[in-house]
């Protein structure tokens, strides 16, 4: 348990800009920074940081909130392991008793893996140092393909025993259970129900993820076991923790330097990722084997837009740079294009060349991708019909990309490369996007249809009416959060302790002083209304217990309060997205924001009326023949419509009469 002191130094040391921009590249736009959301698929920047109010959000899905929520949400963690993630970022001590066994195996089963990963990791790190076999057979592997010590430090490269069970057996004598060697892939079980090590007599490439924790293993074979041996890596099975096309090997290491240097080279493999860091080139990541993923490039989009495919020149490199092209293209990536000469791959290059050599290889000899291509499907190529089928696929990869002005610049470039017309480009690469539409409007309308259709087949029929109070609106819940309830308890996270209504008289001669928070809770009290989310009803409740507190401020109050989920919310009702120069500020009045505040409780009480008058409405189709409900529900029709009538007025509107 951290105790509340340690917390409040926490929260103080995090600084909201310096958190986010360990994962997110920021840009300063007025007195916010701005960057594209790590939380859905963004395209253009919607994610801003405010470092005066000291929350983030993003305009578009709405995620945010404080540097706490920010860590909570982006690396899946409990709000203790969160603050424990901000004390380590900020070496602040927390002292914590060490976990009993009974307590380590209560912990959740997520960071449960993450424990026994990180117990494995040291493990083959100590057999390779300390171990004769260790030090004999993968230490000597490394150190043959040049690889320095600080670089295995780096990457924290390991070596797992021949033997099948050691791992396990230690593992198991530590107290780490057999379900979780088996969940994270370290071992596996046999159909007879024996335990073995998955990666056995391997050297070891730890797996991190974005914020550093091991996610998964990669295990090679040594070169004197490859011969004839088609699987020569075995990696970790997809998990809790680990799914492979969400990851990329190095990123963690080299998240730094891709934004400093605002670029990335794509290699396929982890020695060749290591082989680069060790010539001094620490913006490079690897997809190691698999196919590239839309989850990976949107990863690498948080850093930077710009790619540099980094293969070598035999046919599965070129394979592996031409299938990531268009997806590369469709999120807006500016990618270039290197293959290396003679079957080199960046490992082997390096080896080869010195650092200097290999930088001033890559600068000099990438191409764009329209480079590219054209060297590869139209080098040598005389038939009309494969020449067209190259060029339509050249035109195909741009039509994908998704700036307009960025699609007539390359086929601009490509009319003068390949000597055609613009024209005939132009359109048929309209045709292209064409297509692309009605595809998609075609799915999204099947889509539309089938859950339309889920939802007929499983909506219920309410036959229960919501009860009016005698005097107005309703004395319980309003079925669903409006975006009125929304801004109404934004303004009380924001100016809850602000006195609005002063020297008021009550009915025994009393003059008392209201802040928002006490004013709406006194309103709302008055007909029994209440938030359609509890979470408002206990923000509201506090507000206004603690509005008369010395030295009371709700929107500090909330953003710090113990319960997350009132943290992250006041959090993200605390951040705009825009805001206007001093000059242009209008000045914060009580009167406008008394005015506010009262407008905003009508349009609350008229949003219930209104939908209790859809609920009477679907009950009198629902009644039939039965007249004594009709007749009930009639009654209640007309009452509640003079309520509403009465709201208008108050509001200053006209309303349609049903």
Known sequence: MIDRATVERILDAAEIVDVVSDFVTLRKRGVNYVGLCPFHDDTTPSFYVSPAKGVCKCFACGKGGTAVHFIME?????????????????????????LTDDERREANERESMFIVNEWAKDYFIDIMHNDVDGKAIGMQYFRSRG????IMQKFQLGYAPARRDALSKAAMAKGYKEDFLVKTGLCYKKDNGELVDRYSGRVIFPWFNISGKVNAFGGRLLDSRTKGVQQKYVNSPESEIY??????????????????????????????????????????????????SVYQIRMLHRFTANVVLLYDGDEAGIHAAMRGTDMLLAEGMNIKV??????????????????????TYIE??????????????????????????????????????????????????????????????????????????????????????????EAEDGQPESTTATAISPRIGLHSVAEQVSEVEKMLIQNIIRHGEEIIFDGLETEDGQTVSLSVAQY???????????????????????????????????????????????????????????????????????????????????????DIVKRHLADIQRQLRQAGNDMERV????????????????????????????
């Open 147 to 150: 690889i320095r010590d600080d």
């Open 74 to 98: 982006h690396e899946q963690l409990s709000y203790p392991d969160a603050l424990r993630w901000l004390a380590k970022k900020y070496s602040i001590e927390i002292k914590e008793r060490e």
């Open 631 to 658: 007749m009930q529900l009639m009654h209640e029709h007309k009452e509640t419509q003079q309520l509403r009538d009465t709201l208008a007025k108050q509001l200053g509107s006209d309303v349609m009469v049903n």
């Open 338 to 359: 290197l293959l290396l000469p003679d079957g080199d791959d960046p490992d082997s290059y390096s080896r080869k060349h010195s650092a200097e050599e290999l930088v």
């Open 243 to 292: 799914h492979k096309d969400h990851e990329l090997y190095g990123l963690y290491q080299a998240k730094r330097a891709i934004v400093k240097e605002d670029c990335v080279y794509m290699v396929e493999g982890y020695t060749d990722v290591i082989a680069m860091h060790q010539c001094g080139i620490e913006n490079v990541v690897a997809n190691s084997g698999t196919a590239l």
């Open 364 to 453: 000099k000899n990438k191409t764009d991708f329209i480079q590219f291509k054209t060297d590869l499907l139209l080098k040598g190529v005389t038939d009309p019909v494969k020449r067209s089928e190259a060029i339509g696929s050249i035109v195909r990869s741009v039509s994908v990309i998704p700036n307009q002005i960025t699609r007539d610049t390359y086929i601009h470039e490509c009319a003068h490369r390949l000597g055609m017309s613009e024209r005939t480009l132009v359109n048929t690469m309209n045709n292209f996007i064409r297509g692309d539409v009605e595809n998609k409007a075609k799915e999204a309308e099947r889509e539309k249809r089938k859950l339309q259709q």
């Open 520 to 606: 709406v809770d006194y309103d709302m009290s008055q007909d029994g209304l209440a938030f359609g989310n509890e979470l408002y009803n206990r923000i509201l409740a506090e507000a206004a217990e603690h509005s008369g507190d010395e030295g009371f401020c709700a929107e500090t109050y909330f953003m710090h309060h113990p319960d997350v989920e009132i943290s992250r919310l006041a959090g993200e009702l605390a951040m705009n997205r825009y805001r206007l120069s001093r000059s242009l500020e209008m000045p914060h009045k009580t009167e406008n924001l008394r005015q506010r505040v009262i407008h905003l409780i009508l349009d609350f009480r008229m």
